[in-house]
């Protein structure tokens, strides 16, 4: 199948071929969402902390009288049911988020991600993404001369003076093909792929 190739001026040229096996397979969306949600988790991290009875500062007296006052029978402050109690389910440092993907079904994900976002229109293909220094306003200016706000661009190669160019600009994330993922993938409108890059997802995810 073919996908526009794209000019400095973010016109198309022409097309170029790309693999079938990573940009046209079939629209997958409880496949992507499961994706998704993994990632979201998997970057979670168990930082909060909750006391629970045990472990809250209160006292072992009991509050009032068994019987005689007309309220519901209470043994101590620290119950979860009164103010200032414990959790009864606290969340804890420990705690683990992480879903586990298996391989086949990342791939298959990547690749659903990928074929969607080339029929929507929202994906295209450059021969090369340099830039001679590493100025912000040099990487900006040549993304504002292809129209482009929210993009994510995955080079063959992330080479430093790329790197320091586009690091402080919003809404825009260079990467090497390893280390796309998929919420970056859904989350920005245009996503740009070197020619030289097409490769290497063909061997990550065909």
Do not use: C
């Amino acid at each position: 199948m073919q996908v526009e190739l794209l000019n400095d001026q973010g016109q198309s040229s022409s097309n170029v071929d790309v693999p079938e096996t990573v940009f046209g397979r079939d629209y997958n969306e409880a496949l992507i969402h499961q994706l998704v949600v993994a990632y979201q988790a998997n970057a979670r991290q168990g930082t909060r902390a909750q006391k629970d009875r045990q472990m809250v500062k209160h006292s072992t007296k009991k509050p009032f009288k068994q019987k005689g006052t007309g309220r519901a029978r209470a043994g101590m402050t620290s119950s979860p049911l009164w103010r200032g109690g414990g959790r009864i389910f606290p969340n804890s440092p420990d705690e683990n988020f992480t879903q586990k993907i298996n391989k086949k079904m990342y791939r298959a994900g990547m690749a659903s991600i990928f074929s969607q976002l080339v029929r929507e229109g929202r994906l295209a293909v450059v021969d090369s993404m340099k830039v001679d220094s590493p100025k912000t306003k040099q990487l900006a200016d040549k993304f504002k001369a292809m129209n482009l706000q929210s993009v994510l661009v995955i080079a063959e190669e992330v080479d430093e003076n790329l790197y320091l160019a586009s690091r402080n600009l919003p809404n825009v994330l260079v990467v090497e093909p390893r280390y796309a993922d998929p919420l970056s993938l859904v989350h920005y409108k245009k996503v740009i792929v070197t020619k030289a890059a097409i490769d290497q997802l063909k061997e990550m995810f065909a």
